[in-house]
């Protein structure tokens, strides 16, 4: 269902009764609403890149004052934006206490893995079985500039492109349900390494992916199906599943600079 907005007209067929709204007027309104889907757009891209590259841990709590300070941005558009993050399991809100940073469970943790050899495997099964499409060519320099973010240590393009690794791997087999569905658990996973991944290791390997494609591109689906198994158990593995968050700084950690007087707290 689409979500009211102040700023929007009610949907209505051009000929239904819009006496009270001159064209003029009607297109203010539009290119209000127009503006804040792009504010939206832009404080969503801001705290869920904060958050998929770990700069913001699981469990940081996310004050509504602080954040509209910092980010420069209305009350009303940060909700919506939180709303939205936690249709997608990345922030939880609590009634009476805010909203934090999702701080998946150790349990949950594993069962998203699980979630995600399953679905993988049918991912790069689906691959294999069927004549590779330029996309490889795509995915393959985006391999090569992981391996440059790791190099160079840029951990949060690193951590990102890691992750995309694996969504177009799902976006190549065109079926958006998928897709969808595998957004979803990734952006799950990314939060439970920010959360228990072991300092100084890197949870997908470069080498892997590599190997992943080349099982594609050679139409060798067991290979394939095989190699993101045990790629997916050894991300699993190298999570340290009793590690303790620290306090964030919220200013450093949505990327702008300054350090912020207000240390986010950890629920
Ligand atoms: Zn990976």
């Not at 939180?82 to 701080?103: C, K, M, T, W, Y």
């Not at 294999?128 to 996309?135: M, S, T, V």
């Not at 490889?136 to 391999?143: A, E, F, G, M, Y």
Request: charged letters at 25%; proline letters at 6%.
């Amino acid at each position: 269902m689409p979500r009211p907005s102040s700023t929007s007209l009610t949907p209505a067929a051009p000929t239904a009764s819009v006496t009270s709204v001159t064209p003029s007027e009607a297109h203010d309104a539009r290119a209000e609403t127009r503006a804040e889907t792009r504010e939206m757009a832009r404080v969503q891209q801001r705290l869920a890149d904060a958050i998929y590259e770990h700069r913001l841990p699981p469990g940081t709590k996310l004050p509504e004052v602080d954040l509209c300070r910092l980010l420069g941005t209305s009350r009303g558009t940060l909700r919506k934006v939180l709303d939205r993050l936690a249709s997608e399991q990345v922030v939880e809100q609590i009634p009476n206490r805010g909203a934090f940073v999702a701080r998946p469970s150790v349990d949950t943790t594993r069962e998203v893995y699980a979630l995600r050899r399953i679905l993988e495997a049918g991912v790069v099964r689906t691959l294999a079985n069927r004549p590779c499409g330029p996309w490889i060519n795509d995915v393959r320099h985006q391999v090569d500039e992981e391996r440059e973010a790791n190099r160079v240590g840029d951990t949060g393009r690193y951590i990102r492109l890691a992750g995309k690794f694996h969504l177009d791997l799902a976006a190549a087999t065109g079926n958006s349900a998928l897709n969808q569905h595998l957004k979803r658990v990734v952006a799950q996973t990314s939060l439970m390494t920010a959360l228990y991944d072991e300092p100084g290791t890197n949870n997908c390997s470069v080498l892997e992916h590599l190997e992943i494609l080349d099982a594609i591109q050679a139409g060798q689906h067991r290979d394939a199906e095989r190699l993101m198994e045990e790629h997916l158990n050894r991300c699993e593995r190298q999570l340290r599943l009793d590690d303790e968050p620290k306090p964030v700084d919220l200013s450093q950690a949505l990327g702008l600079g300054a350090t912020s007087p207000a240390k986010s707290p950890i629920r």
